[in-house]
């Protein structure tokens, strides 16, 4: 064999021999040391995703969105330290005393003390939890808030809510705040108990609450045995509630009895209305009784009437009650704020 066919079969080995050598290495992972592959400790997985900046608990992102990451998308959970106050936590933080109030069920003209743990929102407003049923568009109306802006504050992406869960409303205020005390004078109790020259009877003492809670916004206004027999609808704005041979009135909630009046006013017959603050008025008509009187206040389930079928009623209804919640003005639809 010459030497020039030697050197060309070497050639052929060694090139084969380097692509054996390649296709081995493209199927077999690189070898690293086991230090180096562990995961790390279950006990510090909360520092991948939990960041703290003055107090803000923090959503971190990933390396490419951390520059652009919100500081203040997220409550605070603050714990009250020696020297603060509410006006100085307002001042650093932004928000207004009543959203502080509001949010951690502070009555008026109370003080916080070192120690305290509150919750302060990243924007004026309420914190809300999300009951079973209630959807975002119902919130939004609840409130009277655009949706687009609680999608945005909380971060929902589509409509998927569940029950329990905590939404900050940006901009709203609590359904239901302490009412404004009523002088009722003589003059006004005649004025509205007296219609069509009837004289009421007077009215019973008042009980305190006498059914069982509701854990709607507003309290049902008749007991856990009626029923529904109008919704809300165009041209009827309330909700028609009806129990087997008649049955009581409740209060919806906390608040001052500013309308109590017999006689046909309106259609709406014996009719009671109660002003809860914060712009949240219910009107309870066709009542048969009323034993509420104008300045009452009253409480959230306390008995102010008896069903009945005054004012404009129309046969197939029978004996109900006519629930109506207002709004500054704007009668809502009654669902949003109880539950059936």
């Excluded at 107090?55 to 603060?84: C, H, N, P, W």
């Excluded at 009654?334 to 059936?340: A, K, N, S, T």
């Amino acid at each position: 064999m010459s030497q020039e066919s030697v050197m060309h079969w070497l050639s052929l080995r060694v090139r084969l021999a380097c692509g054996v050598a390649l296709l081995v290495s493209l199927m077999v992972p690189p070898y690293a040391p086991k230090p180096a592959m562990a995961f790390e400790d279950a006990g510090s997985a909360d520092q991948q995703f939990l960041l703290v900046e003055d107090g803000f608990l923090m959503k971190s992102s990933s390396l490419t969105q951390q520059g652009g990451r919100r500081a203040y998308s997220e409550a605070i959970a603050y714990k009250v330290k020696d020297g603060d106050s509410l006006e100085r936590l307002t001042q650093r933080y932004k928000i207004s005393k009543e959203t502080i109030a509001w949010a951690n069920n502070l009555r008026e003209g109370a003080t916080i003390h070192p120690g305290d743990e509150l919750v302060l929102l990243p924007v004026d407003g309420v914190l809300h939890t999300v009951k079973a049923g209630q959807t975002l568009l119902g919130i939004a109306e609840l409130y009277d808030v655009p949706l687009d802006r609680i999608s945005q504050q909380n971060k929902i992406k589509g409509s998927f809510l569940m029950a329990g869960q905590e939404l900050i409303i940006p901009g709203g205020k609590p359904i239901v705040s302490k009412p404004v005390l009523l002088a009722a004078s003589s003059s006004s109790k005649s004025s509205v108990q007296k219609g069509n020259g009837r004289t009421p009877p007077p009215a019973k003492p008042m009980e305190e609450v006498t059914t069982a809670p509701t854990s709607g916004v507003l309290q049902k206004p008749c007991s856990g045995n009626c029923f529904i027999t109008q919704y809300f609808n165009a041209g009827h704005y309330a909700l028609d509630l009806q129990e087997k041979g008649g049955g009581a009135v409740y209060a919806a909630e906390a608040g001052t009895v500013i309308r109590a009046g017999y006689g046909w006013n309106g259609g709406y017959g014996n009719v009671i209305e109660i002003d809860h603050g914060n712009d949240l008025v219910t009107l309870y008509g066709h009542n048969k009784e009323l034993l509420v009187q104008v300045g009452d206040q009253v409480q959230r389930g306390q008995l102010i009437a008896a069903m009945g079928n005054t004012g404009l009623v129309y046969g197939s209804t029978g004996i109900h009650i006519h629930f109506e919640v207002r709004v500054k003005g704007v009668k809502k639809n009654p669902l949003l704020y109880i539950e059936e």
